[in-house]
């Protein structure tokens, strides 16, 4: 979650407060100046309230983290500012209190991708806007690349970005893997390279709302660390929500194993399981990874029996590295058995990864405190004009019993 006071927390459940979002147009390291409808000079862009301005934030997939819609006001000119080759907009959510101060929250950095100008009564501007993330898939092999063996994949994951982005630009690394890369030769994708060298370590590549470019281990529900309680009470800010329990693509076993260059298994098989006697994907006693001959019986399973999902890179060299990937797995596949939509106050300091408790309101009578469920944030949507818009929000737990 972003850092914010205790005063914007405090305001998200009483209101009294005015909440807007702005945008700012760069280039070439000035900011972009434009005349409003008054022949006035100003540094925001006209965002038109009842067309679509917002930033939908996605963490459950590779790719762009953060994507910029925004319909804005037709003014002279502003078109052909916006469609210069090398435009940036720098995306801010703000809350100004009733002392005049103002608490702000940067929502991203993005290259203009798409922009289209409408001809008929309103005119509109309607922009399309990617995260810095498009510049590395846009910065492709030009010949095939070879890996720097013996390198952390970390280490190797910052020389891939690094060469994609401006000289200056550093990298946050706050992961803790210690797994290396094996030779190996990629062809044309950086991005594709990326994302498989950080599934394979267990990491979590992106760039975050200031436009930095950021590894770090891939989020974990943390109930000792909870970002925001979400809740339906008098002074809550819940407005709906829908639970799912979906078991198409839930597993509780997940095996993980290497392939060399030369075809040879490079370890014995590791596996991974759901050994939480409580959980309702139980897969057996146990360790709860190892070897696969240490999995339990598929007799000792819960009621779900075992449902086993298979992973194999040639990335993945060690047992250890093996073992990791395996557990990084199982903590996706098992979270889909619990899923939350819902929709809330705009709370845009939160990011994706962060741990919330989600207090439901009471559906069943012999119930009547409701249920409260701990999740981790796939994605949101931050609306750039929240008097007219709400946050949706999809949740995930991999604890899916973790229910009080």
Known sequence: MYAVSQRRLDVLRTG?????????????????TVLDEFGR????????????????VDGSAPGPRRTLSLTLAPLPGLFDALAKIGVELHT??????????????PQGIF??????????????????????????????????????????IRAQITSLLLEALP???AVSDTSTSTATVPAQTWDEDRAGTIQDLAKSAGLDVYFDRNGSPCIRDVPALNPANVALTIDAAETGILIDASRERNRQKTYNVVVVSGTAADGTTPFTPQVAWDNDA???????????????TSLPAASTAGPFGQRIYKYSSPLITTTSQAVRAAQTILSRVTGLAAQLTLTS????????????????????????????????????????????????????????????
């Open 278 to 292: 409580t959980s309702a994907t139980y897969a057996g006693p146990g360790a709860g990874s190892g070897p696969y």
């Open 111 to 152: 290259d203009v991708d798409v922009a289209s100008v409408g001809y008929g009564v309103s005119g509109n501007i309607t922009l399309t806007a990617p995260d810095r993330w498009q510049r590395v898939v846009n910065q492709r092999f030009l010949v095939p690349r070879a890996s720097t063996k013996g390198a952390t």
């Open 167 to 169: 000289a200056g630009t």
């Open 345 to 404: 106050v705009p709370a845009p300091f939160l990011d994706d990864g962060d741990t919330i408790v989600v207090a439901l309101p009471p559906t069943d009578p012999l119930n009547p405190s409701g249920v409260s469920e701990v999740h981790i944030v796939d994605g949101f949507t931050v609306p750039l004009v929240p008097s007219k818009n709400p946050m949706p929000l999809t949740t995930r737990s991999t604890r899916p019993d973790d229910v009080q």
């Open 92 to 105: 801010f959510t703000a809350t100004e209190y009733l002392d005049g101060s103002i608490d702000t929250e």
């Open 41 to 56: 000079s100003t540094s925001h862009l006209p965002l038109q309230a009842d067309g679509t301005n917002q930033v939908p």
């Open 16 to 32: 009294g407060v005015k909440s807007y979002g702005y945008v700012e147009a760069w280039y070439a390291g000035s900011q972009i």
